[in-house]
């Protein structure tokens, strides 16, 4: 600013230099009755020839500061370093399909969220009130956490006996909430469903064709199996197979059946699972098997290597118990939340209060 007017003040003097003689000849050839108009004029005329230059330079001074300190340059925002920022990559692309983001629909997963979600829950097909209270919670996790990419049901999916007029009624329609967020549905076949020889129709209501495959989630194969037909010798040859087939490194394989190898609940441990299939989870690492069937929560201690999980209490309960492999066991209305990592599987149980009944990490694989 003192520049400015150091600057003025030298036109003013350049100007008077030049002006004064001039309006002094002028005034002496002007008429007196003219000479005070004649004064009004030319200081009119003066000052607002000063205030132009003025304005003049100043508006140069300013250009001339902008350009050296950067803010006139165009597209380079203000910074120390001048880089210009990366622009946002939120909301700046659709989602890559097949992905489901954590943080809702349209945002991305952060680094520290799980690659996968899996919700399980057993035993699910009365179509009640107790089921939609579970699937409340599990809509309501869904909210905090992001939408799951599965759905595991394991068995007993319409009760009483497996009536397959009624599967919009007791799958479709009680868990809508959780599949219409794109999650993927994998039905496991329990007795009550083959109790009326319409698990085939069942299956094909529900897009699958036998009570045995495989389905794929991110890097996790879950392996279906149909405990109700355990002594079929081509079921067992094709898990056999599934087990010891190559796969990607850093793939997990999880196991879901109806009925439990290992269990402290009313029915017990079923033994012709234990005896037919147990050996080769063992034998092939199975980190991970998933079973329903007795109404209630339980996980066992890792046995050879693997920890057994019943989770049939997601409508109906029964009391439960504890063996020497029982390490959690709770007669509680709850559904199962599996997030997948790159180096563990995260399990959680909870109630249809939202309450965190229990959790345990698998490393691996």
């Known amino acids: 600013m003192a520049h400015s007017l150091h600057v003025t003040g030298d036109i003013g003097t350049r100007f008077d230099a030049v002006a004064r003689p001039v309006l002094r000849d002028e005034e002496a050839n002007r008429p007196p009755r003219r000479r005070n108009a004649v004064d009004h004029e030319v200081m009119t005329r003066r000052r607002t020839l000063v205030a132009v230059l003025v304005v003049l330079v100043l508006v140069t001074v300013a250009t001339v500061w902008a350009l050296a300190t950067g ?5 380079r925002p203000a910074g120390d370093d001048g880089a210009r920022p990366a ?3 939120v909301g700046t692309a659709p989602p ?8 809702g629909p349209t945002g991305p997963r952060s680094p520290s969220a799980p690659e996968a979600r899996i919700a399980v829950a057993g035993d699910t097909g009365t179509g009640d009130q107790e089921i939609r209270e579970t699937v409340d919670a599990m809509v309501a996790r869904e909210d905090r956490q992001g939408p799951y990419d599965a759905l595991v049901l394991l068995g007993d999916i319409v009760y009483d006996d497996g009536d397959a007029s009624q599967v919009d009624e007791r799958v479709t329609d009680p868990f809508a909430p959780v599949l219409d967020t794109g999650a ?4 496991v076949l329990g007795n009550h469903d083959v109790a009326s020889g319409e698990q085939n129709q069942i299956l094909a209501d529900l897009g699958r064709s036998r009570g045995w495959y495989v389905q794929e989630v991110g890097r996790v194969r879950i392996v279906v199996l149909d405990s109700n037909r355990v002594d079929d010798a081509g079921q067992t040859r094709w898990l056999e197979k599934t087990l010891a087939a190559d796969v990607p490194p850093g793939t997990w394989t999880v196991v879901a059946l109806h009925h439990p190898p290992f269990s402290a609940g009313e029915h017990g441990s079923d033994m012709a699972v234990r005896e037919e299939w147990v050996p080769l989870f063992e034998k092939f690492g199975v980190p991970l098997v998933l079973a329903g069937h007795d109404h209630d929560y339980q996980r066992s201690r890792p046995i050879d290597g693997v920890t057994y999980v019943v989770s049939g209490g997601a409508a109906k309960l029964r009391p439960t118990g504890r063996e020497d492999f029982t390490e959690v066991s709770t007669s509680t209305r709850h559904f199962l939340d599996l997030a997948v990592y790159g180096d563990r599987l995260v399990g959680r149980a909870v109630d249809q209060s939202g309450r965190v009944l229990d959790e345990f990490t698998i490393p691996g694989p």
């Open 71 to 75: 803010l006139g340059a165009p597209g």
């Open 87 to 89: 622009p946002s990559a």
């Open 96 to 103: 890559t399909a097949g992905t489901v983001p954590s943080a």
């Open 184 to 187: 993927e549905l994998v039905p």
